[in-house]
């Protein structure tokens, strides 16, 4: 996949706190760290994937890109310009280029609204394609995620989740974006669909020269479909690395647990490998363990981890880790 | 051991034997075309409306209600160009018949014929009920569904003057407003709208404050629609349902409030008949002539008894959980 | 030993639109102290399957069968009372979602007191003890403060191990999970996984394991049944269905799913497509319309389930002997 190297999107020490009250008349309250100090970049053409388990803040930090939450702190920079101070009105250009897919198919699409109206809406947002182009632009979108033209006038239920979420393809591409959130787009659908989505996704890319965040919990479909690989837990970046770096020379000890509890498909190799065990719940994004947030569960851990939080730090070539053990 | 479906050949192993022999030509590639269609949607298309209009259809007391309202609109603005009597003509010599063949329901006792006025009362109350609730929706829809969307302090205020608003007893403000505009429709419509949208409006600000979460109003956001678009165009629509069952009932909520008014002496004025007016015609006569006021009371009552089953009809047909 | 044995089995569901035949003809059986896997996706019937033997389906719902056998006992002889008594008792079911499936407004105890109480008849004391204890099988730490504790003071995790000591309270024979572990995130459900090991070993229970993860049949379980639109379309042992499968579906299943060998990053295959409306199953074959090897006798015939080995059986014409140039090479590790 051909880059020109440049950032298209740059995250700098991303933080975004929810306040959230508890007790009597609310008067006690607690901040909910959701997002804690993450800072990346992506290149134009490729695609980052974001994993962690849930409350780790990757679909938090996917929405405070796009500024449907505001940040708590930090900077957002979309081909060099900062977006996280604008207000509504001065993001509408940007919403031209930067979209969303979303995670749920079910709920994503207006139930009230036909296939085409839901498509078109962003047209008529951005006043583009007007007139009689309209019907064609939308029919064209229609035929490029793989569905037929008939089916413009019918609503979200009499399709299934595959078939939706392409619908929901469609609509993030209305508008010729540049940047794609894809915010879990796979999970919700069967294992034979995943494959079409994650297949129409890289042609797009491929086609359009798109540029993704991908943010899921499926370890394999991220290697399948990422250039670089960024590991979340509890609202910190613990590691990030090429994609076949990261699978192969995973250095941060949640790293390792988390894809060796991957289940395998394939019995003998399945049968053949450790696996490392971890105790435990997550800890609540509410009360995060001092230090280190992932010492409470880590094998490894010494009273060094109890102390401090450890900074992302560059391990050679890019592969950034955030443990006090590597070096 | 794994049973065997096929044939009782239990010792075979060999493939060849459980199949049955069939003509070579069956195991020719099947061609793209006749493959069927792989992204096929069997079902016919149903549209909300249509899916809801199947299940009202179903109700048997709302379809009876609808009818009655159908026939009772077609009869108030048609039948009196049937009859030869108007509901102002007066025939003293006529006066307190009962019902027979030349007056259905008899004349009161100025000799005016009360079936006719009967219909003309139609006319005036059914406006009333009718566009008292289009206007209570549309305030309703407008004030509920800004303070839910916007939420925080705009919404705190709004629904505490909405709380302070039904302290104070509706019959209040509706005598006040007729004792200041007098007693035409036009007044007693307005005194209708002044409380009636605030049950309107908190069924759609609770309605816009659930769906404003969903992932499709994130979607709009994300797309870059402005906040009353997204009001308008996504929630207020997926609201529908419930709105509308709130509005039927304001529609009998406010033929009785005008029925009551009139009663009180306090609405329409003669000769003008609503069914209110001719119920308060009647009361001294209850006794000697009762069917002065059994007609218009009848009337009132199967006219709110149709509008009722309609919302419960509507209910159940425009619940989205019940779609199969 | 045979626990279960299901011969022909058909679940139509009847709604306003018309009939949805949900399972249609399905034929396996249970081995006492086997893990089997059934995986297929969404509209295959896997779930449909199970709740039709354990009779926990809606009104509409006619299930019929040649033969639904548990334990010897004849299930389509029983009453609701009768049934009653296997469900929970003999049988033990755990769902997919363990936010809904406990409901919020009572304790984890008396939820899991419940099945003990109905089904062993015992004192609440003694209920409360073997609460007690199961918890403890589950990996729960301090069971006898949490029993008073409600539903959504547990994580995910958590409530899902719930679920399973509530499954196993009364000792079942065979155990049901439906996509037990889901809804939850990848360790837990390593940890959930290594329980269910755990708890076969020590009290050789069956189980079904119902999902649609590869991944976790591999390592689970011993045999497979892979359905597609209400039919059982290949089965067999674990090794022989994802190393010599004989279904252009269950070709399209082991392609579609990123297995990235050291350094390669191979094309995902998908399987283009929807699965079929079960309301008008067609005719033939119900995979043809998204089969690359389709054939004329596909589209016309529904194909008849055929032994590869003797534990080992698929459902295509392409095993039929006049098909033989049309069928493609399938190694281990590729079709």
Known sequence: MASDGVNLLEVRNLKKYFSVKKGLFGRRENVLKAVDDVSFAIKKGETLGLVGESGCGKTTVGRTILRLYDPTDGEILFNGVQLQSLKQKELLPFRKRMQMIFQDPYASLDPRMTVGEIIGDPLDVHKMYQGKDRADRIKELIELVGLKPDHINRYPHEFSGGQRQRIGIARALAVEPEFIVCDEPISALDVSIQAQVVNMLEELQDKFGLTYLFISHDLSMVRHISHKVGVMYLGNLVEIADVDELYTNMQHPYTKALLSAVPIPDPDLAEQTERIRLQGDVPSPLNPPPGCPFQTRCAFAVSACREAKPELRDIGSGHKVACHLVQ | ?324 | MKLLEVKNLRTTFQIDAGQVQAVRGISFHIDKGETIGIVGESGSGKSVTMLSIMQLLPDNARVEADRLAFDGVDLLKLDAKEMRRIQGNEIGMIFQDPMTSLNPLFTIGDQLMEPIRIHQKVSKAEARKRAIEVLKLVEIPSPESRLNQYPHEFSGGMRQRVMIAIAISCNPKLLIADEPTTALDVTIQAQILDLMRDLKKKFDTSIVLITHDLGVVASMCSRILVMYGGQIVEEGKTREVFYNPKHPYTWGLIRSIPKAREGRKEKLIPIPGSPPDLLAPPKGCPFTARCEHAMKVCAELPPVSVPVSDTHRAACWLMHPKAAKRRPEVTKHGI
């Not at chain 2, 003057?161 to 004792?179: A, C, E, F, K, S």
């Not at chain 2, 119920?279 to 009337?299: C, E, G």
């Open chain 2, 1 to 324: 051991m794994i049973s065997i479906r096929l044939n009782e050949k239990k010792n075979s192993r060999q493939p060849d034997e459980m199949f049955p022999d069939l003509p070579d030509e069956l195991f020719e590639k099947l061609d793209e075309t006749q493959k069927g269609e792989n992204e096929q949607i069997v079902r016919p298309s149903v549209s909300y409306w249509r899916d809801a209009w199947s299940r009202f259809r179903k109700d048997r007391l709302a379809m009876i209600g609808l009818c009655f309202l159908v026939v009772m609109g077609i009869a108030a603005i048609f039948g009196p160009m049937f009859s030869s009597y108007t509901y102002d003509g007066q025939d003293l010599s006529n006066g307190n018949q009962p019902p027979s063949a030349e007056h259905w329901f008899g004349t009161d006792k100025f000799g005016r014929d009360i079936f006719v006025r009967t219909l003309y009362g139609a006319r005036i109350s059914l406006l009333i009920g009718f566009v008292a609730a289009a206007i209570n929706m549309v305030i309703g829809i407008i004030y509920g569904g800004i303070s839910g969307y916007f939420g925080g302090r705009v919404d705190m205020v709004m629904m505490r003057i909405v709380d302070i608003m039904i302290g104070i007893p509706d019959l209040l403000y509706i005598i006040l407003v007729m004792m200041f505009l007098g007693n035409s429709i036009e007044s007693i419509l307005i005194a209708l709208c002044l409380t009636s949208w605030i049950g309107t409006a908190r069924i759609v600000r609770s309605q816009v404050v659930t769906l404003k979460h969903q992932e499709y109003a994130l979607a709009a956001r994300c797309i870059g629609s402005s906040n009353l678009r997204i009001l308008f165009k996504h929630l207020i629509p997926n609201s529908i349902g419930p709105i509308i069952v709130t509005v039927t009932f304001l529609v009998p909520s406010a033929i009785f409030s005008e029925a009551f008014l009139s009663f009180l002496g306090i609405g329409i004025q003669v000769p003008i008949a609503s069914w209110g007016t001719l119920v308060n015609d009647a009361i001294p006569t209850l006794f000697t002539h009762p069917y002065q006021m059994l007609f218009p009371a009848l009337m009132i009552s199967f006219t709110m008894f149709a509008l009722n089953f309609i919302g419960d009809g509507l209910r159940d047909a425009l619940d989205p959980r019940l779609r199969k």
